[in-house]
């Protein structure tokens, strides 16, 4: 078999490192000139074990408790970082994964009810999750390419899915607009794996889209009125307003948890962000009042109408199989989605429903 991974972002490389591993062919056409850089970085990078939906549950805590044990003493994946966090909802996959790890990292895992006192001398209650902490993007990019470098793995960088040709319910040629602008070929044993982030949005004519809905959130760097923020800071995370903030060197970043439909590649922070940024953070946490917001940016978050990712064979072309829609939880769950993608992938197109695949595309069909 031979995979070429139109990818925008960590999770087609995940899968690329994944595939590299098993002795699979891997191309990886890439819209950036570094392996996933397009979507990376431009998110808060914060490793969230806890998750009321039952399979993304277990795969961020499978992908979390990977990076832990990967980290060295020359690359850390993941910082360990207090996170305090009021949920909607209960995570039901907690007990199973503590019951199923022997892993002595798993006890990380476990929440804690408790109360911490805010900066303004508040008291706030919540649940302690000591898994919490903040991932390093270049380093986690630079791990995954490392580990598909070891097997058959080609890298092109700059090159863009423009089009498809398709014949007997198979793409028998890719366009670019990269190395590949005269055409490039797919015999029978080779699949197009699309993993291009929002763009998954608006695939090339030929393609059945499915609906997958990018969203724009900003991101805020605030700066303390009394130095710089002390190392212990923690997360906070209150989950009814997607509000959360979080240390980055001696500032913090925080978002609104703003989320507005936008074009595939509509990165422009919108005007009217910052005013309401600051009127969430009146609400959410009084105490950010007193800080200076220094620079905001905007970030895309992919999202299918019911919320979870795409992974699996496209119902209509039979060499056409979907790594998408991962609403920025792509760098945090990348660990877990590689494998399960390579999986599916490796078994080849099937009849499925959300029994046997609860992330297939053909739920939508």
């Known amino acids: 078999m031979h995979a070429i991974i139109i ?38 990078a914060i490793a969230r074990s806890y ?5 993304l549950s277990m795969m961020a805590k499978e992908s979390i408790l990977t990076m832990y044990n990967r980290n060295t003493m020359e690359r850390e994946l993941i910082r360990q970082t207090d996170l305090w966090m009021e949920p909607l909802e209960y995570d039901y996959q907690e007990d199973s994964f503590l019951e199923m790890q022997s892993d002595p990292l798993k006890e990380n895992f476990r929440s804690q009810s408790g109360s911490v006192d805010l900066p303004d001398g508040s008291t706030w209650k919540a649940l302690k999750l000591p898994s919490g902490g903040i991932m390093d993007p270049g380093a986690i990019l630079q791990d995954l390419s490392e580990m598909a470098r070891r097997g058959n793995f080609t890298f092109i960088p700059n090159t863009k899915l423009t089009g498809i040709t398709i014949s007997d319910n198979r793409i028998t040629t890719i366009s670019t ?26 695939p090339p004519a030929g393609i059945t889209a499915l609906p997958l809905i990018p969203h724009k959130r900003h991101l805020f760097v605030l700066r303390s ?37 936008a074009a595939s590649d509509n990165y422009a922070p919108d005007s009217a962000a910052e005013e309401r940024f600051s009127e969430a953070a009146r609400h959410a946490f009084p105490f950010l009042a007193d800080f200076q917001l220094v620079r905001h940016w905007a970030c895309l978050r992919t999202f299918p109408l019911d ?9 209509h072309l ?10 920025g939880r792509g760098m945090s769950l990348s660990y877990a989605i590689g494998d399960y993608s390579a999986d599916l992938l490796l078994a080849g197109p099937r009849l499925e429903d959300e029994t046997t695949n609860p992330f297939t595309p053909h739920r939508f069909f």
């Open 177 to 202: 607009d990269g190395k590949y602008d005269s055409g490039f070929s797919l015999s029978g044993d080779e699949v197009l794996v699309l993993a291009t982030g929002s763009w998954a949005a608006s």
């Open 307 to 315: 919320g979870r990712p795409v992974m699996g064979y496209d119902p």
């Open 7 to 44: 990818g925008a972002g960590v999770a087609g490389l995940s899968l690329a490192a994944s595939l590299a591993s098993r002795s699979v062919r891997v191309t990886l056409l890439e819209q950036e000139s570094a392996p996933g850089m397009y979507a990376s970085g431009r998110n808060a």
């Open 51 to 55: 998750e009321s939906d039952p399979y």
């Open 318 to 327: 039979a060499n056409l199989f979907w790594h998408a829609g991962f609403g």
């Open 225 to 261: 009125p009394n130095g710089p923020v002390a190392p212990d800071f923690p997360i906070y995370w209150k989950e009814n307003s997607e509000f959360y903030v979080r240390r980055e060197g001696p500032q913090l970043i925080a978002t609104h948890g703003d989320q507005t439909p």
